[in-house]
């Protein structure tokens, strides 16, 4: 599978403090080169020619320097501190009109990949009706990328708190088709200097190295 294969907008959250990650900033860290929040921007951009949008702390940020060049439209949250909700409500408010679904990407999941992406949004072309199409681990738990349709966007305004957006979940009645990836790596995110130090240990380990 090679180039765009949408032009389907994608949402990236990375607007979180990084807060267990004692004064280092996650998404920073270098992942095959680049920072994390830099490759996971690229991955969205090779998939689509539409928009994508990134949440992102307000005010001057390391994480909107090594977006520079990216081609993404930088949304700003404020209020990034009440929690996931307030990135989620700012960016599906931004999305352009006529959007007939987006997806929704998070920023510390390092192991996926531009086939992941793909994967999901085909399976949402072959099964439009479902309001959720999500990506999961290989034995089925849920993860990302999310893709949501138009009908749902409405809920994301009406959040609070830092829910996650499990009432937009709930609000899908069931009707969510999860999408088997290989591997955790719809799941696995690195929130502390342990977990990096594990997830590097674990690619210096696999064939071939990383």
């Not at 990650?21 to 992942?31: F, N, P, S, Y």
């Not at 994508?52 to 702390?57: E, Q």
């Not at 909700?85 to 352009?96: G, I, K, Q, V």
């Not at 959007?99 to 072959?126: G, S």
């Amino acid at each position: 599978m090679t180039g765009p294969v949408t032009d389907m907008p994608i949402i990236i959250l990375a607007a979180g403090q990084s807060t267990r990650m004692r004064g280092l900033d996650k998404l920073i860290q270098m992942v095959e080169g680049k920072p994390l929040i830099r490759r996971q921007a690229d991955l969205a951009r090779a998939v689509t020619t539409g928009p994508v949008i990134v949440a992102l702390p307000d005010g001057p940020h390391p994480r909107r320097d090594a977006l520079r060049g990216a081609g993404v439209t930088p949304l700003p949250v404020p209020d990034a501190a009440e929690g996931m909700n307030a990135s989620l409500r700012r960016a599906f408010t931004a999305l352009p009109d006529g959007a007939a679904a987006a997806m929704l990407l998070l920023a510390d999941l390092p192991d996926l990949t531009e086939n992941d992406l793909k994967t999901v949004l085909q399976a949402h072309d072959r099964k439009p009706e479902y309001p959720v199409i999500r990506g999961a681990t290989e034995d089925g738990k849920p993860g990302h990328p999310v893709i949501f349709s138009a009908a749902l966007f409405d809920r994301f305004a009406q959040l609070t708190g830092d829910s996650g957006g499990g009432e937009v979940m709930a609000a899908a009645r069931g009707r969510i088709r999860l999408v088997p990836l290989p591997g955790t790596r719809a799941r696995r995110d690195l929130d502390t200097p342990e977990d990096w130090a594990q997830w590097r240990a674990d690619r210096a380990n696999k064939p071939g190295g990383a």
